[in-house]
């Protein structure tokens, strides 16, 4: 039985953008938290990591189809963020510089994990995040089942589906963050949207109707 929440993360149903818990303080504010972290202010630092833990969070672990390794890639990118602090000037949002970070970070994971050599094959990653998480948390196998639909989507259309409609970042923010045009955002969100509904749909269907199609 897939669950209400899935179905509106893959856009067959409505979803509020967040509920208040869940939604990031103003950007306008991070920035500012960002800007005055530059100096070595502690407290602008932790609310600066605060505010968008959760965000980068999310980003790695759907962007990299890979939630075992969303703790790891977020600490990488918060590694790099404060070490190159001193360089953010504000020109974009504190977000869409951090969220820039992290895509290259999963692309630079990307790259070693080609390179290396294999020591053991994980057949089922589903398996391996399971093991590696706790479980009954809210949301837990929503988010399972959701990152193993993205990982059948293209990457550019992984990437556009996660920032504009699990991140939220605005189409304009998103686009400045891939470097392609608002409309091919809107393109491959609205392609996305339209796979992930059909996988979420397939998913619903009996097994033997399945088999008989």
């Given at each position: 039985m897939i669950s209400p929440?899935?179905?509106?993360?893959?856009?067959?149903?409505h979803r509020p953008a967040g509920t208040?818990?869940?939604r990031t303080p103003a950007d306008e504010l991070v920035t500012a938290w960002a800007l005055t972290a530059r100096g070595g202010d502690p407290e602008a630092v932790?609310?600066?990591?605060?505010?968008?833990?959760?965000?980068?969070r999310r980003f790695v672990a759907y962007l990299s189809a890979d939630p075992q390794a969303a703790?790891?890639?977020?600490?990488?990118?918060?590694?790099r963020a404060l070490g190159s602090l001193h360089r953010f000037e504000g020109r974009s949002s504190a977000r869409v510089w951090l969220l820039s970070i992290a895509r290259r970070a999963v692309i630079d994971n990307y790259r070693y994990a080609s390179a290396r050599p294999r020591l053991a094959d994980v057949d089922d990653?589903?398996?391996?995040?399971?093991?590696?998480?706790e479980r009954g948390l809210p949301g837990f196998e929503d988010g399972i089942a959701l990152a193993d639909l993205l990982s059948a989507l293209p990457a550019?259309?992984?990437?556009?589906?996660?920032l504009t409609q699990l991140v939220g970042l605005p189409y304009a923010?998103?686009?400045?963050?891939s470097?392609?045009?608002?409309?091919?955002?809107?393109?491959?969100?609205?392609?996305?949207?339209?796979a992930l509904v059909d996988l979420l749909e397939d998913a619903e269907r009996p097994a033997a109707q399945r088999a008989s199609a």
């Amino acid at each position: 039985m897939i669950s209400p929440a899935l179905s509106a993360a893959c856009g067959k149903t409505h979803r509020p953008a967040g509920t208040p818990e869940e939604r990031t303080p103003a950007d306008e504010l991070v920035t500012a938290w960002a800007l005055t972290a530059r100096g070595g202010d502690p407290e602008a630092v932790e609310r600066f990591v605060g505010a968008l833990h959760r965000d980068v969070r999310r980003f790695v672990a759907y962007l990299s189809a890979d939630p075992q390794a969303a703790d790891d890639l977020a600490q990488d990118t918060f590694l790099r963020a404060l070490g190159s602090l001193h360089r953010f000037e504000g020109r974009s949002s504190a977000r869409v510089w951090l969220l820039s970070i992290a895509r290259r970070a999963v692309i630079d994971n990307y790259r070693y994990a080609s390179a290396r050599p294999r020591l053991a094959d994980v057949d089922d990653w589903q398996d391996a995040a399971e093991r590696a998480q706790e479980r009954g948390l809210p949301g837990f196998e929503d988010g399972i089942a959701l990152a193993d639909l993205l990982s059948a989507l293209p990457a550019e259309r992984r990437e556009a589906f996660v920032l504009t409609q699990l991140v939220g970042l605005p189409y304009a923010e998103a686009a400045e963050l891939s470097g392609c045009p608002v409309g091919t955002v809107r393109s491959r969100v609205a392609r996305a949207r339209a796979a992930l509904v059909d996988l979420l749909e397939d998913a619903e269907r009996p097994a033997a109707q399945r088999a008989s199609a």
